[in-house]
């Protein structure tokens, strides 16, 4: 998976997941359809507009490939009209958040690489590229941020990312290795959650 199709479908899943999550907290918000399917957007391709701004891809892919733009608002508008049949919509929004940053983490490193940018700062980028979307939803939706909070968010995304620029490395930055890393990114955020572990925070 050096590029190619097999990285531009894990990009599109990643966009779909994280359109859903946007989603799913416009839906809990109560926005209308518009604001459901704007936030969703928003959430799924902030990051990789980011992305490509930071490595010089220009115009960034949200806006030069048109199957970015309709899987997001798909998956947004989906997600609004499913939602009756989606319980507990905030453990869904962090599901889907936790895939999602797993995705974009591996996509993100993977494609900073591939442009040249050094191992360090491609960790930086997929990071960045990972934090981006779910930082973007928060914001839309009057939230304060997770990446900001004790919760254990961008640590996961560098640490996958490093994992990520190791493998690409040693090269074995096929499908299956990094696939593995981004079911590994998504599990180590969902116990994070269910363990309450957290950063520490200074005491006031």
């Given amino acids: 998976m050096t590029g190619g199709y097999p990285l531009l479908v894990a990009d599109l899943i990643g966009v779909a997941v994280f359109a859903a999550s946007g989603a799913s907290a416009g839906v809990a918000k109560r926005l209308d359809l518009f604001g459901v399917a704007f936030v969703g957007f928003a959430a799924a391709l902030g990051g990789g507009i980011l992305r490509d701004v930071v490595i010089g891809a220009a115009p960034p892919l949200a806006f030069a490939d048109w199957r970015y733009a309709v899987t997001a608002v798909a998956a947004s508008i989906a997600a609004f009209w499913l939602h009756p049949a989606l319980h507990r919509v905030r453990r869904t929004v962090l599901a889907l958040d936790a895939a999602g940053l797993g995705l974009f983490t591996v996509t993100g490193t993977l494609k900073a690489l591939e442009a040249g940018v050094p191992a360090v700062g491609a960790c930086l980028v997929g990071m960045l590229t990972a934090i981006g979307g779910g930082l973007t939803r928060d914001l839309l939706t009057g939230?304060?941020?997770?990446?900001?909070?004790?919760?254990?968010?961008?640590?996961?995304?560098?640490?996958?990312?490093?994992?990520?620029?190791?493998?690409?490395?040693?090269?074995?930055?096929?499908?299956?290795?990094?696939?593995?890393?981004?079911?590994?990114?998504?599990?180590?955020?969902?116990?994070?959650?269910?363990?309450?572990?957290?950063?520490?925070?200074?005491?006031?």
């Fill in 143 to 204: 939230e304060i941020p997770v990446v900001l909070q004790r919760e254990i968010y961008a640590v996961v995304a560098l640490g996958g990312a490093v994992l990520v620029a190791v493998l690409h490395r040693l090269g074995q930055a096929g499908v299956i290795p990094l696939a593995v890393a981004a079911v590994a990114m998504t599990a180590a955020r969902l116990i994070a959650l269910r363990r309450r572990w957290s950063a520490p925070v200074a005491v006031p």
